[in-house]
Nanobody, 126 residues
Framework: QVQLVESGGGLVQAGGSLRLSCAAS????????MGWFRQAPGKEREFVAQ????????YYADSVKGRFTISRDNAKNTVYLHMNSLKPEDTAVYYC???????????????????WGQGTQVTVSS
């Protein structure tokens, strides 16, 4: 079983940047596809980004494409979400998720991931 802990959230002005981290324990992340999701108040949890086990393939939601970058450091057992040009509509709780698979297809629904972190709040002020 893998445990995930997110960090790096906070309050930032529109146009600013944040880097979220997702640290894993219990298992090495090298055999897990990793995803980031977010949930705003009153809305459903939505897909943000995904990275395959090797890190060679990434997927993004259209709403963040060109502004967010997902990356991973398997040696540190950590996945990152670099967020630039933040907008007020990016305000949400951000969750990282893990699925033990070497598949390189897009995993864009929360039901495709077995392990979740507790989330970190990102608030973007206008």
């Amino acid at each position: 079983q893998v445990q995930l802990v997110e960090s790096g959230g906070g309050l930032v002005q529109a146009g600013g940047s944040l880097r979220l981290s997702c640290a894993a324990s219990g298992r090495t992340l090298s055999s897990y596809a990793m995803g980031w999701f977010r949930q705003a108040p009153g809305k459903e949890r939505e897909f943000v980004a995904q990275i395959t086990t090797s890190g060679r393939t990434t997927y993004y939601a259209d709403s963040v494409k060109g502004r967010f970058t997902i990356s991973r450091d398997n040696a540190k057992n950590t996945v990152y979400l670099h967020m630039n040009s933040l907008k007020p509509e990016d305000t949400a709780v951000y969750y990282c998720a893990a699925e033990r698979t070497y598949r390189t297809t897009m995993l864009a629904t929360q039901f495709e991931y077995d392990y979740w972190g507790q989330g970190t709040q990102v608030t973007v002020s206008s």
